[in-house]
């Protein structure tokens, strides 16, 4: 199920829809040159595409991480892209009184995992009317999930998406359960899953989350096997020079090899589900 988002090219075959971009808005270059990238790639392979960047970034280990070049700049260049590209974009939220703002932006309003039980921040981003793609926090059953859909659903919006996203396993390391997924999807609502944030090993000692980016594939191509709805992935050209999760992204020329993949994969599962 490809959400109806304003604005996301619908093709003529079947396919999983992509939400792409890199962790947060570093400036205009770097993001018009992913956007550009995934842009064609997807066109050609006709994949559905939302382009996603953090403006700001709350959920940091350390006082000195980078959390972003200015919450209206960064609102502004993420619209004006994603415009220039043709493209809905997607962008997170972390408490109430963001939600408007950031709504007035962008296409997609994103709950971070963390804050996937944050009542008050559920529904200011339910009353926006846009569509909400709250992540299952890494703390939670997949079950769960049905009560944070629900108090977006209070607010009358019924455009949600749910994103799996990894479970704590241990103190540094996550793990993809690949039942969430068909247990997610019995709420009707599309189901992501986040094939890079999946790799990250956080709480690291020296303050930074690690990561294997060489599992992104994997999981990736798991996802779509169990009937995923959509993927979600950070994509950088230079991951190492990343200004935020730098261990988990996948580089930007990497990214046509893996969709091309995961199409095939998908077409093949949808033959097998409807022959």
Wanted: glycine share 6%.
């Amino acid at each position: 199920m490809v959400p109806a988002i304003p604005g996301l090219r619908i093709y003529d075959k079947p396919s999983f829809f992509l939400i792409a971009g890199p962790c947060v808005v570093e400036n205009r270059e770097v993001l018009d040159s992913i956007a550009a990238t995934l842009n064609n790639v997807c066109d050609e392979l006709q994949i559905p595409w939302i382009l996603k960047a953090s403006y700001r970034k709350a959920n940091r280990s350390r006082l000195d991480s980078f959390t972003g070049i200015g919450d209206t700049e960064a609102l502004e260049i993420l619209a004006e892209v994603g415009k220039k590209h043709g493209v809905p974009v997607l962008t997170d939220v972390h408490n109430p009184w963001e939600a408007d703002r950031a709504a007035a932006y962008v296409d997609v309003l994103q709950i971070p995992a963390f804050l996937c039980r944050q009542t008050d921040l559920l529904i200011a981003a339910g009353r926006t009317g846009k569509w909400i793609n709250i992540k299952k926090g890494q703390f939670i059953a997949a079950d769960q999930m049905t009560y944070a859909a629900e108090k977006v659903a209070a607010t009358g919006n019924q455009h949600i998406m749910l994103t799996e996203r990894g479970t704590l396993f241990g103190y540094h390391d996550l793990v993809v359960d690949f039942r969430s997924i068909p247990v997610m999807k019995k709420t009707g609502y599309a189901v992501v899953v986040d094939c890079t944030h999946a790799v990250q090993q956080p709480n690291q000692r020296q303050g930074v989350s690690g990561g294997q980016p060489e599992m992104i594939e994997p999981i990736a191509r798991a996802a779509i096997a169990v009937g995923c709805d959509g993927i979600f992935l950070e994509t950088h050209p230079e991951p190492s020079r990343a200004l935020s999760d730098a261990a988990t992204m996948l580089p930007t020329g990497k990214v046509r090899f893996l969709l091309e993949r995961l199409q095939l994969l998908y077409r093949a599962v949808s033959e097998l589900e409807h022959p």
